[in-house]
């Protein structure tokens, strides 16, 4: 992603948890949900959650994307070295083991 793109995200990550509020108010109001979910008692959590979510986004556009794609890369390709015997146990088949 080039500098400018970077920058024109980072300066509208701010309007994204405003926007998903919305859609998620139409959604419910469209299958008459917003009286029985507690919409507004969970607000306060739905909003942290999408600043924090908008603010990892940005993180992510001027973080180091090359180390993290080598970092993810191995639990991609390796995912058997990167659990413990435990779930590798769980993950293989029967026979396997």
């Known amino acids: 992603m080039n500098w400018g793109t ?4 980072t300066l509208l990550a701010p309007l994204v948890p405003p926007l998903r509020v919305g859609r998620i108010l139409r959604t ?13 008692t969970a607000l306060p959590s739905l909003l942290l959650g999408l600043i924090a979510h908008a ?30 015997a435990i779930d590798r146990a769980f993950l293989l088949p029967a026979g396997s083991r």
């Open 55 to 84: 603010m990892g986004e940005v993180a992510g556009y001027w973080g180091d994307a090359r180390g993290a794609e080598m970092i993810y890369r191995r639990f991609e390709l390796d995912r058997l070295a990167c659990v413990d």
């Open 6 to 9: 970077k920058f024109v995200r």
């Open 28 to 40: 419910l109001m469209s299958r008459d949900k917003f009286g029985e979910i507690g919409f507004f």
